[in-house]
Protein backbone atom coordinates (compact mmCIF):
# COMPACT_ATOMS: atom_id res chain seq x y z
CA UNK A 1 0.00 0.00 0.00
CA UNK A 2 1.06 3.09 -0.68
CA UNK A 3 2.50 5.21 2.40
CA UNK A 4 3.88 8.36 0.73
CA UNK A 5 2.74 10.63 -2.21
CA UNK A 6 4.85 13.33 -3.60
CA UNK A 7 2.73 15.64 -5.90
CA UNK A 8 4.45 17.23 -8.32
CA UNK A 9 3.47 20.19 -10.53
CA UNK A 10 5.55 19.97 -13.78
CA UNK A 11 8.32 23.10 -14.63
CA UNK A 12 7.80 26.33 -16.48
CA UNK A 13 6.67 25.09 -20.06
CA UNK A 14 6.33 26.98 -23.12
CA UNK A 15 3.36 29.08 -24.57
CA UNK A 16 2.77 27.09 -27.23
CA UNK A 17 3.64 24.67 -28.93
CA UNK A 18 4.52 24.21 -32.79
CA UNK A 19 1.82 21.89 -33.23
CA UNK A 20 -0.85 24.05 -31.30
CA UNK A 21 -1.40 20.77 -28.82
CA UNK A 22 -2.07 21.35 -25.31
CA UNK A 23 -0.59 17.90 -25.10
CA UNK A 24 2.53 18.81 -26.72
CA UNK A 25 4.27 21.93 -24.77
CA UNK A 26 7.42 21.02 -23.84
CA UNK A 27 9.58 22.80 -20.64
CA UNK A 28 11.16 26.14 -21.88
CA UNK A 29 14.73 25.52 -21.45
CA UNK A 30 15.69 27.51 -18.66
CA UNK A 31 12.59 25.84 -16.73
CA UNK A 32 13.95 22.68 -17.61
CA UNK A 33 16.89 23.63 -16.03
CA UNK A 34 16.13 25.06 -13.07
CA UNK A 35 14.23 21.59 -12.43
CA UNK A 36 17.77 19.66 -13.21
CA UNK A 37 19.53 22.16 -10.63
CA UNK A 38 16.99 21.85 -7.99
CA UNK A 39 15.53 18.73 -7.64
CA UNK A 40 18.54 16.22 -6.72
CA UNK A 41 18.18 18.54 -2.98
CA UNK A 42 14.52 18.43 -3.12
CA UNK A 43 14.38 15.07 -3.41
CA UNK A 44 17.20 13.73 -1.60
CA UNK A 45 14.75 14.54 1.16
CA UNK A 46 13.08 11.12 0.35
CA UNK A 47 16.34 9.47 2.09
CA UNK A 48 19.00 7.23 0.44
CA UNK A 49 17.50 4.54 -2.07
CA UNK A 50 14.03 5.62 -1.93
CA UNK A 51 11.39 2.92 -3.16
CA UNK A 52 9.30 4.90 -5.16
CA UNK A 53 7.18 4.76 -8.57
CA UNK A 54 6.98 8.01 -10.77
CA UNK A 55 3.99 8.97 -12.57
CA UNK A 56 3.52 11.67 -15.24
CA UNK A 57 0.50 13.16 -17.26
CA UNK A 58 0.71 12.49 -20.18
CA UNK A 59 1.44 15.70 -21.15
CA UNK A 60 5.20 16.19 -22.79
CA UNK A 61 5.84 19.67 -20.23
CA UNK A 62 5.04 17.29 -17.38
CA UNK A 63 6.75 13.90 -19.25
CA UNK A 64 10.20 16.32 -19.19
CA UNK A 65 9.42 17.18 -15.45
CA UNK A 66 8.82 13.40 -14.89
CA UNK A 67 12.60 12.92 -16.28
CA UNK A 68 14.47 15.43 -14.13
CA UNK A 69 12.39 13.56 -11.22
CA UNK A 70 12.94 9.73 -12.36
CA UNK A 71 17.24 11.18 -12.42
CA UNK A 72 17.19 12.46 -9.44
CA UNK A 73 15.54 9.06 -7.13
CA UNK A 74 17.21 6.79 -9.90
CA UNK A 75 14.04 5.24 -10.92
CA UNK A 76 14.29 3.71 -14.60
CA UNK A 77 10.67 3.89 -15.96
CA UNK A 78 8.04 6.42 -15.88
CA UNK A 79 4.20 5.14 -15.70
CA UNK A 80 1.62 7.19 -17.80
CA UNK A 81 -1.31 8.15 -15.59
CA UNK A 82 -4.33 9.57 -18.11
CA UNK A 83 -6.19 10.42 -14.55
CA UNK A 84 -3.20 13.12 -14.27
CA UNK A 85 -3.92 14.88 -17.44
CA UNK A 86 -7.87 14.88 -17.00
CA UNK A 87 -7.58 16.09 -13.11
CA UNK A 88 -9.97 13.23 -12.01
CA UNK A 89 -9.03 12.96 -8.62
CA UNK A 90 -11.49 9.66 -7.86
CA UNK A 91 -9.92 7.41 -10.69
CA UNK A 92 -6.19 8.95 -9.24
CA UNK A 93 -6.44 7.78 -5.85
CA UNK A 94 -8.42 4.78 -7.25
CA UNK A 95 -5.01 3.97 -9.23
CA UNK A 96 -3.06 4.90 -5.83
CA UNK A 97 -5.67 2.45 -3.38
CA UNK A 98 -3.90 -0.78 -6.26
CA UNK A 99 -0.77 -0.01 -6.38
CA UNK A 100 2.01 -1.84 -3.77
CA UNK A 101 4.98 0.29 -3.88
CA UNK A 102 5.57 2.60 -0.33
CA UNK A 103 6.41 5.82 -2.40
CA UNK A 104 4.49 7.70 -5.34
CA UNK A 105 5.58 10.59 -7.09
CA UNK A 106 2.95 11.89 -9.37
CA UNK A 107 3.53 14.92 -11.53
CA UNK A 108 0.74 16.27 -12.62
CA UNK A 109 -0.92 20.00 -13.41
CA UNK A 110 -2.29 23.14 -11.58
CA UNK A 111 -5.18 23.39 -10.06
CA UNK A 112 -5.36 18.95 -9.90
CA UNK A 113 -1.91 19.14 -7.67
CA UNK A 114 -3.42 21.97 -5.45
CA UNK A 115 -6.91 20.44 -4.71
CA UNK A 116 -5.44 16.89 -3.79
CA UNK A 117 -3.45 17.93 -1.77
CA UNK A 118 -5.10 20.11 0.28
CA UNK A 119 -8.39 17.62 0.25
CA UNK A 120 -5.54 15.17 1.79
CA UNK A 121 -3.81 17.42 4.45
CA UNK A 122 -6.59 20.16 5.01
CA UNK A 123 -4.17 23.43 3.84
CA UNK A 124 -1.52 23.58 1.65
CA UNK A 125 0.58 26.43 0.15
CA UNK A 126 -0.44 26.97 -3.50
CA UNK A 127 1.78 25.23 -6.31
CA UNK A 128 3.87 27.12 -8.19
CA UNK A 129 5.22 25.14 -11.35
CA UNK A 130 8.13 23.09 -10.36
CA UNK A 131 6.60 23.01 -6.44
CA UNK A 132 6.87 19.23 -4.81
CA UNK A 133 5.07 18.18 -1.44
CA UNK A 134 5.57 15.21 0.13
CA UNK A 135 2.37 14.03 1.85
CA UNK A 136 2.58 10.88 4.19
CA UNK A 137 -0.77 8.50 4.09
CA UNK A 138 -0.57 6.16 6.94
CA UNK A 139 -3.81 5.02 6.55
CA UNK A 140 -3.34 4.46 2.95
CA UNK A 141 -4.40 7.10 0.04
CA UNK A 142 -8.45 6.93 1.15
CA UNK A 143 -7.80 8.61 4.39
CA UNK A 144 -6.26 11.97 6.02
CA UNK A 145 -2.58 12.82 5.32
CA UNK A 146 -0.20 14.46 6.78
CA UNK A 147 2.15 17.51 4.83
CA UNK A 148 5.65 15.84 5.98
CA UNK A 149 7.84 18.79 3.25
CA UNK A 150 6.62 21.21 0.78
CA UNK A 151 9.30 23.13 -1.79
CA UNK A 152 8.88 25.62 -3.96
CA UNK A 153 9.50 25.23 -7.30
CA UNK A 154 13.00 26.57 -8.46
CA UNK A 155 13.52 30.36 -9.97
CA UNK A 156 13.34 30.64 -13.75
CA UNK A 157 14.88 33.92 -14.43
CA UNK A 158 18.77 33.30 -13.64
CA UNK A 159 18.84 30.46 -15.84
CA UNK A 160 16.55 33.03 -18.67
CA UNK A 161 19.22 35.04 -18.68
CA UNK A 162 21.63 32.49 -18.89
CA UNK A 163 20.14 31.21 -21.73
CA UNK A 164 20.29 34.62 -23.52
CA UNK A 165 23.97 34.99 -23.18
CA UNK A 166 24.73 31.28 -24.29
CA UNK A 167 22.57 31.93 -27.51
CA UNK A 168 24.72 34.82 -27.99
CA UNK A 169 27.96 33.93 -27.62
CA UNK A 170 26.67 30.30 -30.17
CA UNK A 171 25.32 33.13 -32.51
CA UNK A 172 28.68 34.86 -32.46
CA UNK A 173 31.01 31.40 -32.65
CA UNK A 174 28.24 30.43 -36.26
CA UNK A 175 29.61 34.01 -37.27
CA UNK A 176 32.81 33.25 -36.93
CA UNK A 177 32.40 29.72 -38.49
CA UNK A 178 30.70 31.40 -41.43
CA UNK A 179 33.67 34.09 -41.48
CA UNK A 180 36.39 31.93 -41.66
CA UNK A 181 34.97 29.22 -44.34
CA UNK A 182 34.39 32.87 -46.44
CA UNK A 183 38.04 34.05 -45.77
CA UNK A 184 39.35 30.28 -47.10
CA UNK A 185 37.16 30.82 -50.18
CA UNK A 186 38.50 34.43 -50.96
CA UNK A 187 41.59 34.69 -49.04
CA UNK A 188 42.70 37.18 -51.50
CA UNK A 189 40.23 39.51 -50.31
CA UNK A 190 40.93 42.18 -47.59
CA UNK A 191 37.58 42.34 -46.66
CA UNK A 192 37.05 38.42 -45.89
CA UNK A 193 40.06 39.00 -43.93
CA UNK A 194 38.59 41.70 -41.99
CA UNK A 195 35.63 39.85 -41.60
CA UNK A 196 37.08 37.03 -40.01
CA UNK A 197 38.98 39.13 -37.34
CA UNK A 198 35.70 40.99 -36.53
CA UNK A 199 34.14 37.35 -35.31
CA UNK A 200 37.60 36.38 -33.45
CA UNK A 201 37.57 40.02 -31.59
CA UNK A 202 33.67 39.44 -31.01
CA UNK A 203 33.75 36.16 -29.36
CA UNK A 204 37.20 36.94 -27.50
CA UNK A 205 35.25 39.33 -25.68
CA UNK A 206 32.71 37.21 -24.72
CA UNK A 207 34.95 34.69 -23.42
CA UNK A 208 36.89 37.26 -21.55
CA UNK A 209 33.55 39.02 -20.39
CA UNK A 210 32.22 35.19 -19.02
CA UNK A 211 35.45 34.00 -17.61
CA UNK A 212 34.74 34.70 -13.89
CA UNK A 213 31.79 31.86 -14.52
CA UNK A 214 33.14 29.75 -17.20
CA UNK A 215 34.56 26.61 -16.51
CA UNK A 216 38.34 27.69 -16.59
CA UNK A 217 39.89 24.51 -18.23
CA UNK A 218 37.00 25.31 -21.52
CA UNK A 219 37.64 28.84 -21.06
CA UNK A 220 41.36 28.75 -21.55
CA UNK A 221 41.11 26.23 -24.71
CA UNK A 222 38.58 28.44 -26.70
CA UNK A 223 40.91 31.29 -25.53
CA UNK A 224 44.22 30.01 -26.77
CA UNK A 225 42.34 28.85 -29.91
CA UNK A 226 40.92 32.16 -30.88
CA UNK A 227 44.38 33.89 -30.09
CA UNK A 228 46.70 31.87 -31.63
CA UNK A 229 44.06 32.65 -35.26
CA UNK A 230 43.87 36.20 -34.15
CA UNK A 231 47.97 36.35 -33.84
CA UNK A 232 48.67 34.04 -37.02
CA UNK A 233 46.43 36.98 -39.02
CA UNK A 234 47.82 39.83 -37.59
CA UNK A 235 50.45 40.76 -40.20
CA UNK A 236 48.07 40.15 -42.78
CA UNK A 237 45.56 42.92 -41.51
CA UNK A 238 48.34 45.33 -41.05
CA UNK A 239 49.61 44.71 -44.79
CA UNK A 240 46.11 45.60 -45.81
CA UNK A 241 45.92 49.06 -43.80
CA UNK A 242 49.59 49.58 -45.06
CA UNK A 243 48.48 48.76 -48.76
CA UNK A 244 45.48 51.34 -48.03
CA UNK A 245 47.55 54.36 -46.79
CA UNK A 246 49.61 53.45 -49.53
CA UNK A 247 47.02 53.56 -52.60
CA UNK A 248 46.05 57.44 -50.87
CA UNK A 249 49.57 58.70 -51.07
CA UNK A 250 49.57 57.10 -54.95
CA UNK A 251 46.02 58.88 -55.04
CA UNK A 252 47.07 62.24 -53.85
CA UNK A 253 50.23 62.36 -55.80
CA UNK A 254 52.76 62.15 -52.99
CA UNK A 255 53.99 58.68 -54.50
CA UNK A 256 54.00 58.93 -58.20
CA UNK A 257 51.49 57.19 -60.37
CA UNK A 258 54.43 54.61 -61.47
CA UNK A 259 55.27 53.79 -58.27
CA UNK A 260 55.82 50.49 -58.05
CA UNK A 261 55.17 49.93 -53.86
CA UNK A 262 51.96 48.94 -54.46
CA UNK A 263 52.63 46.05 -56.28
CA UNK A 264 55.73 45.09 -53.88
CA UNK A 265 52.80 45.23 -51.00
CA UNK A 266 50.65 42.90 -53.25
CA UNK A 267 53.55 40.52 -53.70
CA UNK A 268 53.59 40.85 -49.95
CA UNK A 269 50.67 39.62 -49.61
CA UNK A 270 50.66 37.03 -50.97
CA UNK A 271 53.20 35.69 -49.58
CA UNK A 272 51.68 36.12 -45.91
CA UNK A 273 48.46 35.14 -47.04
CA UNK A 274 49.79 31.77 -48.50
CA UNK A 275 51.10 31.06 -45.21
CA UNK A 276 47.85 31.79 -43.15
CA UNK A 277 46.00 29.72 -45.50
CA UNK A 278 47.87 26.99 -45.12
CA UNK A 279 48.07 26.97 -41.38
CA UNK A 280 44.33 27.34 -41.08
CA UNK A 281 43.98 24.11 -43.56
CA UNK A 282 46.02 22.03 -41.61
CA UNK A 283 44.27 18.90 -39.97
CA UNK A 284 44.76 20.10 -36.36
CA UNK A 285 43.64 24.27 -37.10
CA UNK A 286 40.44 22.46 -38.62
CA UNK A 287 40.27 20.33 -35.45
CA UNK A 288 40.42 22.97 -33.30
CA UNK A 289 37.72 25.17 -35.26
CA UNK A 290 35.47 22.24 -34.69
CA UNK A 291 36.03 21.76 -31.50
CA UNK A 292 35.87 25.66 -30.81
CA UNK A 293 32.28 25.40 -32.12
CA UNK A 294 31.10 22.98 -30.25
CA UNK A 295 32.56 24.66 -27.00
CA UNK A 296 31.12 27.63 -27.95
CA UNK A 297 27.42 25.55 -28.15
CA UNK A 298 27.41 23.82 -25.03
CA UNK A 299 28.98 26.25 -22.42
CA UNK A 300 30.09 24.67 -19.25
CA UNK A 301 30.11 27.07 -16.30
CA UNK A 302 31.51 26.86 -12.87
CA UNK A 303 29.64 24.50 -10.31
CA UNK A 304 27.79 27.17 -8.44
CA UNK A 305 26.65 29.17 -11.67
CA UNK A 306 25.52 25.00 -12.98
CA UNK A 307 23.55 24.80 -9.05
CA UNK A 308 22.29 28.51 -9.41
CA UNK A 309 22.33 30.44 -12.84
CA UNK A 310 23.07 34.05 -13.32
CA UNK A 311 20.73 36.92 -13.18
CA UNK A 312 20.91 40.32 -15.46
CA UNK A 313 22.26 41.87 -12.05
CA UNK A 314 24.75 40.03 -11.97
CA UNK A 315 25.64 40.58 -15.21
CA UNK A 316 25.29 44.15 -15.28
CA UNK A 317 27.05 44.71 -12.49
CA UNK A 318 30.09 43.34 -13.92
CA UNK A 319 29.56 45.34 -17.29
CA UNK A 320 29.23 48.65 -14.91
CA UNK A 321 32.38 47.23 -13.37
CA UNK A 322 34.56 46.85 -16.60
CA UNK A 323 33.11 50.33 -18.23
CA UNK A 324 34.27 51.93 -15.22
CA UNK A 325 37.50 50.61 -15.41
CA UNK A 326 37.47 51.32 -19.29
CA UNK A 327 36.27 54.79 -18.62
CA UNK A 328 39.29 55.72 -15.71
CA UNK A 329 41.88 54.24 -18.70
CA UNK A 330 40.63 56.76 -20.85
CA UNK A 331 40.70 60.08 -18.56
CA UNK A 332 44.39 61.41 -18.77
CA UNK A 333 45.54 58.69 -21.72
CA UNK A 334 48.75 59.34 -22.91
CA UNK A 335 48.31 59.69 -26.23
CA UNK A 336 51.97 59.70 -27.31
CA UNK A 337 52.34 56.44 -25.56
CA UNK A 338 51.52 53.65 -28.05
CA UNK A 339 51.09 50.60 -25.83
CA UNK A 340 48.91 52.65 -23.93
CA UNK A 341 47.02 53.31 -26.47
CA UNK A 342 46.58 50.01 -27.96
CA UNK A 343 45.72 48.91 -24.99
CA UNK A 344 42.67 51.00 -24.13
CA UNK A 345 41.87 50.47 -28.07
CA UNK A 346 41.11 47.03 -27.24
CA UNK A 347 39.37 46.88 -24.16
CA UNK A 348 36.97 49.68 -25.46
CA UNK A 349 36.38 47.50 -28.19
CA UNK A 350 35.76 45.11 -25.95
CA UNK A 351 33.70 46.48 -24.13
CA UNK A 352 31.72 47.80 -27.12
CA UNK A 353 31.27 44.10 -28.47
CA UNK A 354 29.90 42.76 -25.12
CA UNK A 355 27.31 45.85 -25.16
CA UNK A 356 26.77 44.91 -28.70
CA UNK A 357 25.76 40.92 -28.33
CA UNK A 358 24.76 40.92 -24.73
CA UNK A 359 22.01 44.36 -25.05
CA UNK A 360 19.42 41.76 -24.43
CA UNK A 361 20.71 41.06 -20.77
CA UNK A 362 22.28 44.54 -19.82
CA UNK A 363 19.54 46.34 -20.48
CA UNK A 364 18.94 49.62 -23.44
CA UNK A 365 20.68 52.03 -21.30
CA UNK A 366 24.25 49.71 -21.06
CA UNK A 367 23.39 48.89 -24.87
CA UNK A 368 23.83 52.11 -25.49
CA UNK A 369 27.15 52.35 -24.26
CA UNK A 370 28.47 50.81 -27.40
CA UNK A 371 28.03 54.19 -29.66
CA UNK A 372 29.64 56.27 -27.19
CA UNK A 373 32.71 53.06 -26.62
CA UNK A 374 32.47 52.89 -31.06
CA UNK A 375 33.23 56.58 -31.54
CA UNK A 376 36.18 56.28 -29.13
CA UNK A 377 37.56 53.10 -30.41
CA UNK A 378 37.74 54.71 -34.41
CA UNK A 379 39.97 57.62 -33.32
CA UNK A 380 42.13 55.28 -31.30
CA UNK A 381 41.91 53.19 -34.23
CA UNK A 382 43.46 55.70 -36.64
CA UNK A 383 45.68 56.28 -34.27
CA UNK A 384 47.24 52.86 -33.60
CA UNK A 385 47.01 52.05 -37.92
CA UNK A 386 49.11 55.19 -38.71
CA UNK A 387 51.67 53.82 -35.86
CA UNK A 388 51.34 50.85 -37.51
CA UNK A 389 51.86 52.02 -40.82
CA UNK A 390 55.33 54.14 -40.16
CA UNK A 391 56.37 50.64 -38.16
CA UNK A 392 55.65 48.41 -41.01
CA UNK A 393 56.73 50.77 -43.73
CA UNK A 394 60.43 50.86 -41.74
CA UNK A 395 60.72 46.95 -41.28
CA UNK A 396 59.34 46.35 -44.88
CA UNK A 397 62.42 49.15 -45.86
CA UNK A 398 64.65 46.45 -44.06
CA UNK A 399 63.16 43.54 -46.14
CA UNK A 400 65.66 42.37 -49.44
CA UNK A 401 62.20 42.03 -51.31
CA UNK A 402 61.45 45.85 -50.79
CA UNK A 403 64.99 46.72 -52.22
CA UNK A 404 63.53 49.02 -55.35
CA UNK A 405 61.02 50.77 -53.07
CA UNK A 406 62.66 51.64 -49.71
CA UNK A 407 62.36 55.48 -50.56
CA UNK A 408 58.98 55.47 -51.51
CA UNK A 409 58.09 53.33 -47.84
CA UNK A 410 59.89 56.54 -46.67
CA UNK A 411 57.37 58.93 -47.57
CA UNK A 412 55.04 56.33 -46.73
CA UNK A 413 56.84 56.42 -43.42
CA UNK A 414 56.98 60.14 -43.01
CA UNK A 415 53.79 60.71 -44.11
CA UNK A 416 52.32 58.39 -40.92
CA UNK A 417 54.20 60.14 -38.83
CA UNK A 418 52.98 63.80 -39.60
CA UNK A 419 48.86 61.65 -39.59
CA UNK A 420 50.14 60.47 -35.85
CA UNK A 421 51.16 64.01 -34.95
CA UNK A 422 48.35 65.59 -36.39
CA UNK A 423 45.42 63.16 -34.55
CA UNK A 424 47.80 62.93 -31.31
CA UNK A 425 47.07 66.89 -31.19
CA UNK A 426 43.68 67.07 -32.51
CA UNK A 427 42.58 64.94 -29.14
CA UNK A 428 44.57 66.37 -27.00
CA UNK A 429 43.30 69.95 -27.93
CA UNK A 430 39.82 68.72 -27.69
CA UNK A 431 40.78 67.25 -24.19
CA UNK A 432 42.02 70.57 -22.98
CA UNK A 433 38.88 72.42 -24.43
CA UNK A 434 36.62 70.01 -22.51
CA UNK A 435 34.91 69.21 -25.83
CA UNK A 436 33.84 65.45 -26.84
CA UNK A 437 36.69 63.48 -29.49
CA UNK A 438 35.32 62.72 -32.51
CA UNK A 439 35.94 60.36 -35.18
CA UNK A 440 38.56 61.03 -37.62
CA UNK A 441 37.61 59.12 -40.86
CA UNK A 442 39.09 56.19 -39.16
CA UNK A 443 38.69 52.92 -41.20
CA UNK A 444 38.56 49.57 -39.38
CA UNK A 445 36.78 48.34 -37.19
CA UNK A 446 38.42 45.76 -35.66
CA UNK A 447 41.26 45.05 -33.39
CA UNK A 448 44.82 44.79 -34.19
Known sequence: MVKMLVLVRHGAPEATSPTGSDLDRRLTSSG???????????????????????WSSPAVRALETADVVAAAVGAEDIEVRQSLYAQDSAAFLAELEATYVPCVIAVGHAPFVDTLAARLVGTCPPFGKG?????????????????????????????EELAVVERALASSATDLAGS???FL??????????EFRIAIRRVRSLLQFLEPWQAKKQN???????????????????????????????????????????????????????????????RHAAKDLKRLARDLGELRWKAKVAEHGLTAE?????????FNEVDEDLFGLDLRDGDAVYVARRDTKEMRYVAERLGEVLGPDRAQMGEYLDEIQRELGALSDARSNKQL????????????????????????????????????????????????????????
Open 32 to 54: ARSLRAAYPRTFALLGDDPRVSV
Open 393 to 448: AEECAKSPRFRGVRADLGVVARDQSEVVSAITSGMERREADGRPARTTGAVDDEEE
Open 185 to 194: AAPDEPKRLL
Open 180 to 182: AKA
Open 131 to 159: TAAAIDLPEGPGRRGVLRWFVTGPECASW
Open 220 to 282: RRCEHVLKELQGASARLRALDILSDAVDGLVESGELGENCLLPMACAKERALECSSLVALMRK
Open 314 to 322: DFRARFDVE
